[in-house]
């Protein structure tokens, strides 16, 4: 094991409604539980007009971030679809490529989304085919584990939390999971 004292918190938190606050808020909980937190590109920003070139530097600046952290805690809460937000899956994908250890989460609304193929079916339909493999509306192969998300994700995660909460967007409640598990981890 080794020592953490900063976790980055990647997730589509700073598209939420009242980010700021929610930010601020999985901020304060990170520092409650004794580390520094790293959450994203936000400040020192040169750019300060919506542009490639400000893209290009959050992209720079996030990594640079990421670099720097000692963990991460990933929210995983599906975002603008059945899986994770893209962006926090590169991010993902970029700690473990650092060697970084990984702790994720994900809300749903309902025990029925807990795992892809019930959030793929609900959304696109989906049903099998004739030799049992789930395939979507369009009859691609759902990738059918029986798990909360994508198995790279999943498997990435040193402890993976699903939680059901009447309000998905916004429950820190596996942030709080999770800090408790990186915590038992960097003993």
């Known amino acids: 094991m ?3 004292t900063s976790i980055f918190l990647a997730g589509p938190d700073r598209w939420f409604p009242e980010a700021d606050a929610h930010l601020a808020q999985a901020a304060a909980m990170i520092e409650l539980a004794g580390f520094t937190p790293l959450i994203g590109a936000g400040e020192g920003m040169i750019e300060t007009e919506r542009s490639e070139v400000m893209a290009r530097e959050t992209y720079a600046k996030t990594l640079e971030t990421l670099r720097g952290a000692d963990a991460v805690v990933a929210n995983l809460t599906p975002w603008r679809g059945v899986g994770a937000d893209p962006g ?5 994908g970029f700690a473990a490529a650092l060697g970084k250890p990984v702790f994720a989460f994900l809300n749903l609304a309902s025990e029925d989304e807990a795992d892809v193929r019930g959030r793929v079916e609900a959304q696109f339909g989906a049903s099998p085919d ?3 493999v789930w395939r979507d509306g369009e009859g691609c192969e759902i990738e059918d584990y029986g798990l909360p ?22 429950d ?14 960097s003993e």
């Open 172 to 185: 820190l409640t596996g942030l709080e999971l999770c800090l408790e598990a990186v915590g038992l981890y």
């Open 88 to 92: 926090t899956a590169f991010e993902v």
């Open 130 to 132: 004739k030799t049992g």
């Open 149 to 170: 998300e994508n198995l790279m994700l999943w498997a990435e995660a040193r402890r993976f939390y699903v939680i059901v909460t009447p309000e998905p967007i916004g």
């Open 2 to 4: 080794r020592r953490i």
